[in-house]
């Protein structure tokens, strides 16, 4: 199963050249796959910088194709006091925290999305935390708590908010664990943990829920230092070109319509973010 995975990942695969931008447009290759498309799910690693610089970098292009719309993992009310979102990040539980450096950079995409127009939406459901917040909760539980549950939450207020919100183009952020994790040949010990639950998908979640067209795109790559290595992510290209940007088109087969593998310095102020370099990260892929 991993060597057919490989292999058709790496035949799908596009080469380029470990330019500072990618060398292909994202946005255009869900015009063409998917035109009618109106919700652009980009998964990310929370914690991961690299990522984040990529995700700032697309919002001129994405509204230039018509999404007025960002659609992020907080609740409404968090959304609108962004004060108070960012100390949250800093102050959430330990496998939740996120590092100075991504919350810079999402602060960063969330001015640059203002300052472009977008409409600024926080789709999420406050759960609760019912651990110790120095501990890593069971695998199984914080799936099933944290994403299934919040799944269909987010589900349920997505729909709401964009039956109320007709003209609504949407780019929506989240955990890449969200996602789902159907076919994924190295996610053997998740599927263990959660039995017949294993086969979620949030994509189409989204699509029975709202009845609109979506287009998710996996990212991978970027700052290896602090990122987990994304389950999908070949491994000659972890090994032999890590400063190169690739992308892979799945044609439906998982639940990313796209996998797209940043450069591991791709758009990364580096320097910038030198201090924070040695941060621990969380054991789970978010």
Known sequence: MNKLFYAYLAATTALALGAAEPPFSAPAIVEREQPDNRILIIAENHESVAQKAYIKSLLPEL??????????????????????LLDNLKSAPGILRQSDSAIFLYD?????????GFEIYGYDADVGWPWRTDTKPPLRAFIKRFVLKRNRLIARNLSNYLSQNPNAKAVMLIGRLHLGIR????????????????????PSLIQKSTGMATFAISLCGGDFGRAHPHPYALQAIKQNAADQWRFALTRGRYNADLFLHIPQHGNVPSSQFAQNKNEPSSSIHR
Request: no cysteine.
């Open 108 to 116: 960063q995409i969330l001015d640059t999305s203002e300052s472009l």
């Open 63 to 84: 509204k230039s194709r018509g999404y007025n719309t960002l659609l992020i993992e907080a609740p409404q009310k968090l959304a609108e006091d962004r004060d108070t």
């Open 183 to 202: 076919n994924d040949p190295t996610m053997g010990h998740v599927r263990a943990a959660l039995g017949k639950q294993a086969n979620y998908d949030f």
